[in-house]
């Protein structure tokens, strides 16, 4: 099966950036729509963003208001996430999931263990 692995998480100060990497391995991370989710503790899991096969995007809302943008390099297999003007209520575990077909909706297949996002000064 596919397996999927964040990584790029860390303590970093208000306003400060981090590029999250979604690595897969197993089979080409380039079939699969790749989705951003985040849950902070006692809150609910929130949909970011999401990339399509071929490059084209959909935000899942608006909470993050243009901070953040997702990119995707295939030929290394990996899916990024570059958050940026962080801020304290950004603090949560990040996933990336794979879709069961191409594009950003319906089933998830396969879900990453998490990176942890900790904004603190």
């Known amino acids: 099966q596919l397996q999927l692995v964040e990584s790029g998480g860390g303590l970093v100060q208000p306003g400060g950036s981090l590029r999250l990497s979604c690595t897969a391995s197993?089979?080409?991370?380039?079939?699969?729509?790749i989705g951003w989710f985040r849950q902070a503790p006692g809150k609910e899991r929130e949909g970011i963003l999401c990339?399509?096969?071929?490059?084209?995007?959909?935000n899942y809302g608006d909470s993050v208001k243009g901070r953040f943008t997702i990119s995707r390099d295939n030929a290394k297999n990996t899916v990024y996430l570059q958050v940026n003007s962080l801020k304290p209520e950004d603090s949560a575990v990040y996933y990336c999931?794979?879709?069961?077909?191409?594009?950003?909706?319906?089933?998830?297949?396969?879900w990453g263990q998490g990176t942890q996002v900790t904004v603190s000064s």
């Open positions: 990339i399509n096969t071929n490059g084209s995007t959909t």
């Open positions: 999931a794979a879709y069961t077909h191409y594009y950003c909706s319906g089933a998830i297949d396969y």
């Open positions: 197993e089979l080409p991370l380039r079939w699969y729509a």
